[in-house]
Every structure is written in C-alpha cells, then in structure tokens.
C-alpha cells in the first residue's frame, strides 16, 4: 500500500521560513516524480513545485521561484519542500503527491488528475500571518 505523509506544516509570521517533509512508502520511488501542491479556502489546489526521479529537473509555480526549493532524498524516500520569505499568499493545505515510474514531472505538476498512479499525501497546514 503506497502511503505519503507530510509533516513540517505549522504557523510562522510572513518572511519566515518553514521545511515540509513527506515520507513515502510502499512503493518504488526511486523511477517517480514528486511533487508538492496547495490549496487554500475557496481555491483551486495548484502545483508549487515538481521534482523528477533523478532530481535533475525541478520546476516551480511562478508566485514561489527564488523563495521555495523541492528537494529530495531517494535513499530515504522522503521528498522536501523548503519555503523562505513566506507570505500570507502562501497559506494553504500543502500536499505532496508521487507519479510512480514517471521519471519527468511534465503534466503530473500541470494536470496530476490525468496522470495514472498518482498518490497523494493527508496533507500539512501552512499559515502565514502578516
């Protein structure tokens, strides 16, 4: 059973910083791609960050370049999203999700609903106050 669980989310005042976490078990993730997603109240969940299997290519919503970096350790099977300078704009459930034996993030980061084994984590809490 593949199973992904966050952790890292809390509360931090805007311009600080915060770490997520995901673990991942399961299955094979050493051949997928990893993601990190958000949603806040009322919107809808957009992807903030795609790392592919190799870590060689990650890319980035545009509101979070030069503040979010995804990272990820395969021998640990755990993936990471850290987040400086953060902004209210920023609060949201953050999820992260895997593609298995997707080795590019490619439509998993734009459409993750249209790509065939897909997992995602329960998610994690980020709230930034101003």
């Known amino acids: 059973q593949v199973q992904l669980v966050e952790s890292g989310g809390g509360s931090v005042q805007a311009g600080g910083s915060l770490r997520l976490s995901c673990t991942a078990s399961?299955?094979?993730?050493?051949?997928?791609?990893m993601g990190w997603f958000r949603q806040a109240p009322g919107k809808e969940r957009e992807g903030v960050a795609c790392i592919g299997s190799a870590s060689a290519r990650t890319e980035y919503v545009a509101s979070v370049k030069g503040r979010f970096t995804i990272s990820r350790d395969n021998a640990k099977n755990t993936l990471y999203l850290q987040m400086n300078s953060l902004k209210p704009e920023d609060t949201a459930t953050y999820y992260c999700?895997?593609?298995?034996?997707?080795?590019?993030?490619?439509?998993?980061?734009?459409?993750?609903?249209?790509?065939?084994?897909?997992?995602w984590g329960q998610g994690t809490q980020v709230t930034v106050s101003a």
């Open positions: 399961g299955a094979t993730f050493g051949t997928s791609s």
């Open positions: 999700a895997a593609a298995l034996r997707r080795p590019y993030c490619g439509s998993f980061f734009t459409a993750p609903a249209s790509v065939p084994e897909t997992y």
